[in-house]
């Protein structure tokens, strides 16, 4: 069973930084994309970024391009949201979640594409 937890979020200042985490569990995740999607109040789900466990392609949303950076830890499993330069319309819940697939190209910004989900971390930027 594919179990994805993440932390790390927390109540930070605009400009600060913050690093989320996201251990996966239950399979091996070589053939799959691992995203970040966030999901403010009264807003819908939408992407951050996303990364190929085999390559480290990535993509990200231009919201984010130049702050954000994903990275994987394959000994841990683990994949990695660093944040910088926080803003508070990056305030947001922020959700881990894995599809099957080995490409970026395809419904890889659709969270319908993403069969499983963590339980997410809250983010909140003050100004």
């Keep these: 069973q594919v179990r994805l937890v993440e932390s790390g979020g927390g109540l930070v200042q605009a400009g600060d930084s913050l690093r989320l985490s996201c251990a996966a569990s239950g399979r091996t995740f070589s053939n799959y994309i691992m995203g970040w999607f966030r999901q ?14 085999r390559s480290s392609s990535a993509y ?25 330069s926080l ?5 947001a819940v922020y959700y881990c979640a894995a599809r099957l697939s080995t490409s970026l190209v395809v419904d890889t910004t659709q969270a319908r594409g993403y ?12 100004s």
């Design 87 to 91: 803003k508070p319309e990056d305030t």
């Design 40 to 53: 403010a109040p009264g807003k819908e789900r939408e992407i951050v970024t996303a990364i190929t466990w």
């Design 115 to 126: 069969a499983y989900w963590g339980q997410g971390t809250q983010v909140t930027v003050s």
């Design 60 to 84: 990200y949303a231009d919201s984010v391009k130049g702050r954000f950076t994903i990275s994987r830890d394959n000994a841990k499993n683990t994949v990695y949201l660093q944040m910088n």
